[in-house]
Nanobody, 125 residues
Framework: QVQLQESGPRLVNPSQTLPLTCTVS??????????WSWLRQAPGKAMEWIGY???????YYSPTLNSRTSIARDTSKKQFTLQLSSVTPEDTAVYYC?????????????????WGRGIQVTVSS
């Protein structure tokens, strides 16, 4: 059973970079077909896919957030990270890390097989 745990700051000042880390247990982040995702859900809005990094280290980003997003991984620590730059109050949301087995509905990035509990992040001065 794969488990994921988000960690990072819960309050970020506008214009700064939001750094989040996802720690994985019960699975190997280099397993074939595994895509490690970041998603978020703002109050009153639908779940939004931010991006993912795959088993081979290749990254894919949402077109709407591409210019501000960077996802990386540390295989020795079984962690992957999100950096979202130039944040504004509109980036306030619950952020989730998740695992997508790409053999399952590959065209839908919001559908993931395992999810972390999420971390509430507020952007405010």
């Amino acid at each position: 059973q794969v488990q994921l745990q988000e960690s990072g700051p819960r309050l970020v000042n506008p214009s700064q970079t939001l750094p989040l880390t996802c720690t994985v247990s019960g699975g190997d982040i280099t397993t074939d077909y595994y895509y490690w995702s970041w998603l978020r859900q703002a109050p009153g809005k639908a779940m939004e896919w931010i991006g993912y990094i795959n088993y081979d280290g290749k990254t894919y980003y949402s077109p709407t957030l591409n210019s501000r997003t960077s996802i990386a991984r540390d295989t020795s620590k079984k962690q992957f990270t999100l950096q979202l730059s130039s944040v504004t109050p509109e980036d306030t949301a619950v952020y989730y890390c998740a695992l997508k087995d790409f053999r399952d509905r590959p065209s839908d990035p919001v559908t993931n097989n395992y999810w972390g509990r999420g971390i509430q992040v507020t952007v405010s001065s």
